[in-house]
């Protein structure tokens, strides 16, 4: 049995660094089971001040009816709430949620971050002082979060004097910077002292109240140069379909708007989508442009869907003749055909049930066999796609079961 060599491509490509950056992931709260926690969202080092997460899914229902606001989500099910100015309450209390980045940043590369808050409905204040500041390791020593921390100096900061008082609509918090290369965490909040927060009164009912809660939803940091992706020219049977652009994520699902040939695409055309990237069915061959703006940067790309009917019946005999054993696999996902197929697949990707590309590399196919680790991958349903030379793929289901 000869084994399936296969070649990484840099598919793994991080578009997104925040980690669940629309609150959608979730863990039971240990101590309270009915109540649930974001997904790699925390306080600095063991104090607990820091936001609480509103869910569809906690109980009570928290979402979009709180003790502290009524809103619904930016997008999703989730958004987080936290305390960002109370100079009366005791030990102050400010929430600086923190974020395990997907990865350090890169050194010397410019990031775009964005940020969507919005002032709970109880809040006695608006205020102007929101930010983020990324950082090292060094955010693990401080042991006091629930205070002004006034000596780090945000990357991404709100305008002074922009007070955000909208308790009805996000309100957009973006910027740029550029990275060292240490920064593996993510904090959001307030980084001024008391007197130096420009504030304005929202809710005069909620006086002698100082409180000026902000709900957080849709953060995101994405490299300002990352090139725009459609997808790979390709070609496919009738009735079928294939998968373009990137895999979702926060902010680079809302960076990107899809067109399709010969549509003349001007600021009023309307997309056919938008978002990072979708499965289409075309009936003829079709040409797809995708447009991507980040933090003010455009960039297009573009993708051609070939339905070609040279080599059809080869391809068709080919589909039928794949033979993936054992199916479910475990570790070890086994490739067949009765016919020689060296020089007919040069690529092999793989896809979740939901489209989400998984993995594609460049792969040599030798003596009608071939050998796939799938160790790494969950529990579930996979599509399997092997590309040949002609931009036609022959694709199949297979189930993993560990």
Same mark, same amino acid.
């Not at 063991?46 to 869910?55: M, P, T």
């Not at 009735?239 to 680079?252: A, E, M, N, Y």
């Not at 049930?353 to 349903?381: C, H, M, P, W, Y």
């Given at each position: 049995?000869?084994?399936?060599?296969?070649?990484?491509?840099?598919?793994?490509?991080? +578009?997104?660094?925040?980690?669940?950056? =629309?609150?959608?992931?979730? $863990? %039971?709260?240990? *101590?309270? @089971?009915?109540? !649930?926690?974001?997904?790699?969202?925390?306080?600095?080092?063991?104090?607990?001040?820091?936001?609480?997460?509103?869910?569809?899914?906690?109980?009570?229902?928290?979402?979009?009816?709180?003790?502290?606001?009524?809103?619904?989500?930016?997008?999703?099910?989730?958004?987080?709430?936290?305390?960002?100015?109370?100079?009366?309450?005791?030990?102050?209390?400010?929430?600086?949620?923190?974020?395990?980045?997907?990865?350090?940043?890169?050194?010397?590369?410019?990031?775009?971050?964005?940020?969507?808050?919005?002032?709970?409905?109880?809040?006695?204040?608006?205020?102007?002082? +929101?930010?983020?500041?990324?950082?090292? =390791?060094?955010?693990?020593? $401080? %042991?006091?979060? *629930?205070? @002004?921390?006034? !000596?780090?100096?945000?990357?991404?900061?709100?305008?002074?004097?922009?007070?955000?008082?909208?308790?009805?609509?996000?309100?957009?918090?973006?910027?740029?910077?550029?990275?060292?290369?240490?920064?593996?965490?993510?904090?959001?909040?307030?980084?001024?002292?008391?007197?130096?927060?420009?504030?304005?009164?929202?809710?005069?009912?909620?006086?002698?109240?100082?409180?000026?809660?902000?709900?957080?939803?849709?953060?995101?940091?994405?490299?300002?140069?990352?090139?725009?992706?459609?997808?790979?020219?390709?070609?496919?049977?009738?009735?079928?379909?294939?998968?373009?652009?990137?895999?979702?994520?926060?902010?680079?699902?809302?960076?990107?708007?899809?067109?399709?040939?010969?549509?003349?695409?001007?600021?009023?055309?309307?997309?056919?989508?938008?978002?990072?990237?979708?499965?289409?069915?075309?009936?003829?061959?079709?040409?797809?442009?995708?447009?991507?703006?980040?933090?003010?940067?455009?960039?297009?790309?573009?993708?051609?869907?070939?339905?070609?009917?040279?080599?059809?019946?080869?391809?068709?005999?080919?589909?039928?003749?794949?033979?993936?054993?054992?199916?479910?696999?475990?570790?070890?996902?086994?490739?067949?055909?009765?016919?020689?197929?060296?020089?007919?697949?040069?690529?092999?990707?793989?896809?979740?049930?939901?489209?989400?590309?998984?993995?594609?590399?460049?792969?040599?196919?030798?003596?009608?066999?071939?050998?796939?680790?799938?160790?790494?991958?969950?529990?579930?349903?996979?599509?399997?796609?092997?590309?040949?030379?002609?931009?036609?793929?022959?694709?199949?289901?297979?189930?993993?079961?560990?």
């Amino acid at each position: 049995m000869i084994l399936l060599t296969l070649y990484f491509k840099g598919n793994s490509q991080i +578009i997104n660094y925040i980690n669940n950056g =629309g609150f959608e992931e979730v $863990i %039971t709260n240990t *101590s309270t @089971p009915l109540f !649930y926690s974001a997904k790699y969202w925390g306080a600095t080092d063991s104090v607990k001040a820091y936001g609480e997460l509103l869910s569809k899914i906690t109980f009570p229902i928290k979402v979009p009816l709180c003790n502290y606001t009524y809103q619904w989500p930016r997008h999703g099910s989730n958004h987080l709430i936290s305390l960002q100015y109370c100079p009366t309450c005791s030990f102050n209390k400010r929430g600086y949620p923190r974020n395990r980045l997907k990865h350090n940043l890169k050194a010397g590369e410019i990031y775009c971050v964005t940020i969507h808050v919005n002032l709970s409905n109880q809040s006695t204040y608006g205020i102007d002082a +929101i930010g983020a500041y990324f950082g090292d =390791g060094s955010l693990d020593t $401080i %042991t006091q979060c *629930s205070i @002004p921390i006034t !000596y780090l100096t945000p990357q991404i900061a709100n305008p002074v004097n922009n007070i955000i008082t909208d308790t009805l609509n996000w309100i957009t918090i973006k910027g740029t910077f550029t990275a060292t290369g240490a920064e593996k965490y993510m904090l959001i909040g307030n980084f001024k002292s008391d007197a130096n927060t420009n504030k304005a009164l929202a809710n005069p009912t909620n006086l002698p109240a100082f409180a000026a809660d902000y709900l957080i939803d849709d953060v995101s940091c994405i490299e300002l140069n990352l090139p725009a992706f459609a997808g790979r020219d390709t070609s496919i049977f009738a009735g079928h379909s294939v998968f373009l652009g990137r895999q979702p994520d926060v902010g680079i699902d809302e960076a990107c708007k899809w067109y399709k040939l010969p549509t003349i695409i001007t600021p009023t055309t309307p997309a056919i989508d938008t978002v990072a990237g979708f499965w289409v069915s075309p009936i003829t061959t079709s040409t797809y442009v995708v447009r991507q703006e980040i933090c003010g940067l455009v960039k297009w790309d573009t993708v051609v869907v070939y339905m070609d009917a040279v080599g059809i019946e080869k391809f068709n005999l080919l589909k039928n003749d794949l033979r993936l054993f054992p199916n479910p696999a475990q570790d070890i996902l086994q490739m067949q055909f009765t016919v020689d197929v060296e020089n007919e697949f040069k690529t092999i990707i793989i896809y979740n049930k939901l489209g989400q590309l998984l993995r594609e590399e460049d792969l040599i196919f030798k003596n009608k066999t071939a050998s796939i680790k799938t160790d790494d991958l969950e529990n579930g349903v996979y599509v399997l796609k092997l590309h040949g030379t002609n931009l036609q793929t022959v694709s199949k289901r297979f189930v993993i079961n560990h």
